[in-house]
């Protein structure tokens, strides 16, 4: 008996002890879990709380100024208006982003632009042509011709992060109800109604899959999905599946419904553009169809949400078909939760699915964005460029990059196959493209293939400028000479530190004395160095210093021939001074930066400094003209340009090294080619450089205005004798020419070799003057 | 008697006509042409010889001794002349919305019109004299002095506005004392 009672007691001992134990696992197993909750909550509200995603900061192009009278080919404002992502329409445009091109009229229902200086609201325009260029530009609602159109900028480039993602972000309030239903009725069509996870789905999910022998349905809320791609590493786990679960259900204690879907429609995955993922929904609208959420349609939004599931196997651009079908399920899901009229549907299921025409996006001008890069760094750190959603507005113009990279690479494959023997050497070349006025880098080709060298010589490569530098040795030349000053040819030894140097000419050139302008104009090395040598090298250096050089800073008489080494874009920059009355502009790259929201964070104006007097920069003008007039440049007018242009050439020793440097009062551009290694290219620079030039230019015309520039009033133009370089006696000097001059520093004297005090000489030279002619 | 003093005559006469003869064929012969001015030589310390000395300089031909001239080129007009270019009829539209901006005090949006502006035209010196506005409307002295020197140089044949852009240039100078 008490062996029984024992026993029960023991029994019951047990019992209890089970129980209790139980009862502590439970308890410990709550705490566990709440606290594993807890900290799960910890991790999504630091991830939901601060900021949700990293949006890349977008680079765009500078914007686009048309006008009547422009020089501007049809086609080329067709290429314009795909490159900003407009489609042609059948009919009329009806809305933004629709043109249509018919004979010589493009009408265009314009995007709206707004940058932080431009705004204008999307307008119909009608844009017509005549003899390749503009004639009118109209209004289509109130017929109204305009004087000027801005175009938007175009989209450059991304500042990604490691995630590689793009992301426009919307607000659960702007996404249509349509696009809603259908992405619920794709994914999770319970998802107002269950707490994360969705018992009845996974139950139907493994009916689906067993009877179907497959994977075809998975039973994912919408919730377990933010989950999975928010916080979790794609693995297939047990463990992973057990979190993923944990976490939804804590999200949704987190957060109302709306938030979640929110964020859902701005994190899901939606396709692949050039190596850059599209996430986001808002994304998506603008990659597909070109529009902003808002404007989804129906079927539109049923495309993308058919999307979700498999976004790079259903996606228009890859497969319309599919898409269609996928598209399809979609809106039959849609009607079963009767968010849809069997009706409507029957309307939709046969329109097919026309996606936006996207012009491809990639690193469209890499050389320009790695320059822009570096400039930004003082400003933003790369983790803010990655996630802050900046808009950066820069000085780039896609069509002036366009050719400038067009003509390089034209320009270097015409001079391997002039020349077998360059295949040898690695051709490279480098073009900066400028506005002298006010410092915008046009386009910059820092190489020929950036996928193979990302080493930009515009920007970092240290190369001799030879005869390219002449013109400011000329500039610091002219408070004692003039352009009329006759400069000795006749060959010298000089010694410099003891040792001697004989400097030679190009090209044998065969007189003893040339004026400064035929120096200048025939790249004559004898009479540069002759006039270097008097004038002295500091005087040199101390231009050079106010031409913004910063890569030297002591001038040996090899300098005066180009022997040191320069920054092409320095260069570039420098030779902007001459085409600006001699104001050196500070280069720009980047204009403005806007927040996310539009607001102006920073800005560059065009900054200028004083490096020449304007009447120096209009003589040196002057001179450079007579290069491409009659001088080493003389072969542009083979390429058909015709109008004042002022250039100059620059060759180094062994052909190492080939420039040229054009410009007009519009535009500058250097052209530079060479190899890395130094090796020979085996042609000048007017064979090499100069036809690169030729073409870029000719590819622009709207860029260049013909004009010639603007004489400063401190420049006057005098007649002087030939033969002694002193102001000509009317009637007495034989042969004489008129020469720009500096006002205050004109020939002084009257030619004493044909005028003279001698009243017996000057009978002479009367009847000698009467019998010549 | 008398034609010894004619004979004597005669000689004098053929004397002074050898003379004049010598005189005018000495000044027949080409002369050295020298340059305009020798400047003053550098004092860097760098001799030079004018003879070839050193062994490896190569022997030159003969050189012409008549000087090389170039002419200067003349081509087209400055725009400023040409009032009816579409570019400079662009660049005033700008031009306008940049003195609307300058008006309303906003210096930054009136400076991008005008940087455009002077793109489409450079030779308009009325957006040189609106920019050292636009620049003297931020405060920014060196830059205002800057355009208003361009200003003059491209208003310069422009009466009126030659001498708005002096009257500015001391509103400059002003402002810098203070």
């Given at each position: 008996m008490k062996k029984k009672k024992r026993k029960k007691r023991n029994k019951n001992k047990f019992r209890s002890w089970i129980a209790l134990s139980a009862l502590?696992?439970?308890?410990?197993?709550?705490?566990?879990?709440?606290?594993?909750?807890?900290?799960?909550?910890?991790?999504?509200?630091?991830?939901?709380?601060?900021?949700?995603?990293?949006?890349?900061?977008?680079?765009?192009?500078?914007?686009?100024?048309?006008?009547?009278?422009?020089?501007f080919d049809q086609s080329a404002i067709l290429t314009k208006l795909s490159r900003l992502g407009y489609r042609p329409s059948s009919g009329k445009p009806g809305q933004m982003g629709e043109y249509v091109s018919t004979g010589n009229t493009i009408t265009v229902f314009l995007h709206n632009l707004e940058t932080p200086f431009s705004k204008r609201s999307g307008i119909p325009v009608r844009m017509v042509f005549r003899n390749k260029q503009i004639d009118a530009i109209l209004d289509v609602t109130s017929g109204q011709p305009l004087p000027l159109l801005e175009l938007e900028p175009e989209e450059i480039m991304l500042f990604f992060g490691s995630d590689r993602e793009r992301r426009q972000l919307v607000s659960i309030a702007q996404v249509p109800k349509h696009v809603i239903h259908a992405i619920l009725a794709a994914e999770d069509t319970r998802f107002f109604s269950h707490r994360g996870m969705d018992v009845r789905g996974i139950l139907r999910a493994v009916f689906i899959n067993v009877k179907s022998f497959a994977l075809k349905q998975g039973g994912s809320t919408i919730t377990q999905q933010l989950a999975k791609n928010y916080f979790l590493t794609p693995e297939r786990k047990f463990t992973r599946k057990i979190k993923e679960l944990f976490m939804s259900i804590t999200m949704e204690f987190m957060y109302e419904k709306e938030e979640i879907l929110e964020i859902y429609l701005n994190e899901i995955y939606l396709g692949q553009k050039s190596g850059s993922g599209i996430n986001g929904i808002g994304e998506a609208s603008f990659f597909y169809f070109d529009k902003p959420v808002e404007n989804l349609t129906?079927?539109?939004?049923?495309?993308?949400a058919g999307l979700i599931r498999a976004p790079n196997r259903y996606s228009p651009y890859i497969n319309k078909e599919l898409c269609r079908q996928r598209r399809n399920q979609v809106l039959e899901a849609m009607v079963k939760n009767e968010w849809l009229d069997e009706s409507q549907r029957q309307k939709l299921i046969a329109t097919p699915v026309e996606?936006?025409?996207?012009?491809?996006?990639?690193?469209?001008?890499?050389?320009?964005?790695?320059?822009?890069?570096?400039?930004?760094?003082?400003?933003?750190?790369?983790?803010?460029?990655?996630?802050?959603?900046?808009?950066?507005?820069?000085?780039?113009?896609?069509?002036?990059?366009?050719?400038?990279?067009?003509?390089?690479?034209?320009?270097?494959?015409?001079?391997?196959?002039?020349?077998?023997?360059?295949?040898?050497?690695?051709l490279q070349g480098a073009v900066i493209v400028m506005q002298p006025r006010t410092g915008y880098i046009l386009a910059m080709v820092g190489g020929r293939d950036y996928s193979k060298s990302q080493f930009n010589r515009a920007v970092q490569a240290l190369r001799q400028p030879g005869s390219a530098f002449k013109?400011?040795?000329?500039?610091?030349?002219?408070?004692?000479?003039?352009p009329a000053s006759l400069l000795s040819n006749i060959p010298k030894t000089y010694y410099i530190?003891?040792?001697?140097?004989?400097?030679?000419?190009?090209?044998?050139?065969?007189?003893?004395?040339?004026?400064?302008?035929?120096?200048?104009?025939?790249?004559?090395?004898?009479?540069t160095v002759d006039l270097a040598m008097n004038i002295g090298m500091d005087r040199i250096m101390e231009t050079a210093k106010d031409f913004g050089f910063?890569?030297?800073?002591?001038?040996?008489?090899?300098?005066?021939?180009?022997?040191?080494?320069?920054?092409?874009?320095?260069?570039?920059?420098?030779?902007?001074?001459?085409?600006?009355?001699?104001?050196?502009?500070?280069?720009?790259?980047?204009?403005?930066?806007?927040?996310?929201?539009?607001?102006?964070?920073?800005?560059?104006?065009?900054?200028?400094?004083?490096?020449?007097?304007p009447e120096k920069a209009f003589i040196i003008n002057s001179m450079l003209q007579s290069v491409v007039e009659q001088g080493t440049a003389e072969s542009l007018k083979f390429y058909g340009i015709t109008y004042p242009v002022c250039g100059k050439t620059g060759t180094t020793n062994d052909n190492r090294d080939?420039?040229?440097?054009?410009?007009?009062?519009?535009?500058?551009?250097?052209?530079?080619?060479?190899?890395?290694?130094?090796?020979?290219?085996?042609?000048?620079?007017?064979?090499?450089?100069?036809?690169?030039?030729?073409?870029?230019?000719?590819?622009?015309?709207?860029?260049?205005?013909?004009?010639?520039?603007?004489?400063?009033?401190?420049?006057?133009?005098?007649?002087?004798?030939?033969?002694?370089?002193?102001?000509?006696?009317?009637?007495?000097?034989?042969?004489?020419?008129?020469?720009?001059?500096?006002?205050?520093?004109?020939?002084?004297?009257?030619?004493?070799?044909?005028?003279?005090?001698?009243?017996?000489?000057?009978?002479?030279?009367?009847?000698?003057?009467?019998?010549?002619? | 008697m008398i034609s010894k003093t004619c004979s004597n005559d005669k000689s004098y006469g053929r004397i002074f006509f050898v003379c004049v003869l010598l005189v005018s064929l000495l000044s027949c012969t080409p002369k050295i042409i020298r340059p305009s001015k020798e400047p003053q030589r550098s004092p860097v310390p760098i001799q030079e010889t004018s003879k070839p000395a050193a062994k490896d300089t190569p022997v030159y031909k003969p050189m012409d001794k008549k000087p090389m001239v170039t002419?200067?080129?003349?081509?087209?007009?400055?725009?400023?002349?040409?009032?009816?270019?579409?570019?400079?009829?662009?660049?005033?539209?700008?031009?306008?919305?940049?003195?609307?901006?300058?008006?309303?005090?906003?210096?930054?949006?009136?400076?991008?019109?005008?940087?455009?502006?002077v793109v489409l035209d450079p030779s308009n010196g009325q957006n040189y004299y609106y920019l050292s506005e636009a620049w003297l409307q931020k405060g920014n002295i060196d830059q205002a002095l800057k355009f208003n020197e361009l200003a003059e140089i491209h208003l310069a044949n422009q009466s009126r506005w030659g001498a708005m852009v002096i009257e500015q240039k001391h509103r400059i100078l002003d402002q810098s004392e203070r």
């Open positions: 502590l696992l439970l308890i410990f197993s709550l705490v566990t879990v709440s606290i594993y909750c807890f900290g799960l909550s910890m991790e999504i509200d630091k991830r939901f709380s601060g900021r949700r995603w990293s949006i890349p900061s977008k680079v765009y192009s500078d914007t686009l100024l048309l006008y009547p009278g422009q020089q129906l079927a539109e939004g049923a495309a993308i996606p936006a025409v996207n012009a491809i996006h990639g690193s469209r001008a890499p050389y320009f964005m790695d320059y822009l890069s570096t400039q930004l760094q003082a400003l933003y750190s790369p983790q803010a460029l990655e996630s802050l959603g900046l808009s950066i507005y820069t000085t780039l113009d896609s069509d002036v990059q366009k050719a400038a990279e067009e003509a390089l690479e034209k320009g270097l494959v015409r001079l391997e196959k002039s020349n077998p023997a360059l295949l040898k050497t690695k013109p400011f040795v000329f500039t610091a030349g002219l408070d004692v000479y003039t530190d003891g040792k001697p140097w004989s400097p030679k000419n190009y090209a044998p050139f065969s007189r003893e004395y040339v004026t400064m302008r035929t120096a200048l104009a025939h790249s004559i090395n004898l009479a910063t890569s030297f800073d002591r001038m040996y008489p090899s300098g005066a021939l180009g022997g040191m080494d320069v920054i092409p874009l320095e260069l570039a920059r420098a030779y902007c001074a001459f085409a600006s009355d001699g104001m050196l502009p500070f280069p720009l790259s980047m204009k403005e930066v806007a927040d996310e929201n539009g607001e102006l964070l920073d800005k560059r104006h065009v900054k200028i400094t004083r490096a020449v007097s080939a420039w040229f440097v054009g410009f007009t009062p519009d535009i500058l551009a250097l052209v530079w080619v060479g190899a890395d290694d130094g090796k020979t290219i085996y042609a000048s620079g007017a064979r090499a450089a100069l036809p690169i030039w030729a073409d870029l230019i000719s590819a622009l015309p709207q860029y260049v205005s013909k004009n010639s520039f603007t004489k400063p009033p401190g420049v006057v133009k005098r007649t002087f004798c030939l033969q002694t370089g002193q102001l000509a006696v009317p009637g007495k000097c034989p042969n004489t020419q008129e020469e720009y001059f500096l006002e205050n520093h004109t020939p002084s004297e009257y030619c004493t070799e044909h005028q003279t005090t001698n009243p017996l000489k000057q009978v002479i030279d009367d009847i000698k003057n009467l019998f010549k002619r | 002419k200067p080129v003349e081509k087209d007009v400055p725009s400023a002349e040409n009032p009816q270019s579409p570019r400079l009829l662009a660049s005033l539209q700008l031009t306008g919305q940049a003195r609307q901006h300058l008006e309303e005090g906003d210096a930054d949006n009136a400076i991008r019109s005008l940087e455009r502006a």
